[in-house]
């Protein structure tokens, strides 16, 4: 992630289990993550962001950022079909997995870190 240039470098750069977040205010997070569940296990969380901050997390995230993503999308899209209200996709998504809503919806840089913070990221 540090030698991508763009914005569409980043997305290519989260790798297959991480996430590219864009937040409310035009901000974003990148998250790289890969594990293995081979012993003795590892996992390897980084997140990047555009005001230049890292954070690191050894923490056993098992795809869950990639997932949210896929899951949310195919929310939104059966949403549109069923006629289901933004509210209703919102709290379907708070159920999905708490934490990385928390990190979706973030309103800015500094809700976002601390909401990798909260889910174990380090500074």
Not at 35 to 45: F, I, K, V
Not at 53 to 76: A, D, P
Not at 78 to 94: F, N, P, Y
Request: proline share 2%; glycine share 8%.
């Amino acid at each position: 992630m540090s030698r991508a240039k763009t914005v569409e470098d980043l997305r290519a750069a989260v790798g297959r289990w991480g996430a590219f977040v864009p937040l409310r205010d035009g901000s974003w997070v990148a998250v790289r993550y890969t594990d293995t569940h081979a012993a003795p296990g590892y996992s390897c969380a980084v997140a990047h962001d555009s005001g230049g901050e890292w954070l690191y997390s050894s923490h056993h995230f098992c795809g869950r950022f990639r997932n949210y993503f896929q899951i949310e999308k195919q929310t939104r899209d059966s949403s549109a079909a069923t006629g289901e209200s933004e509210a209703e996709v919102l709290q379907r998504m708070a159920l999905q997995d708490a934490q990385i809503f928390g990190l979706a919806n973030a309103t800015n840089l500094d809700a976002a870190r601390a909401q990798l913070l909260t889910m174990g990221f380090k500074r």
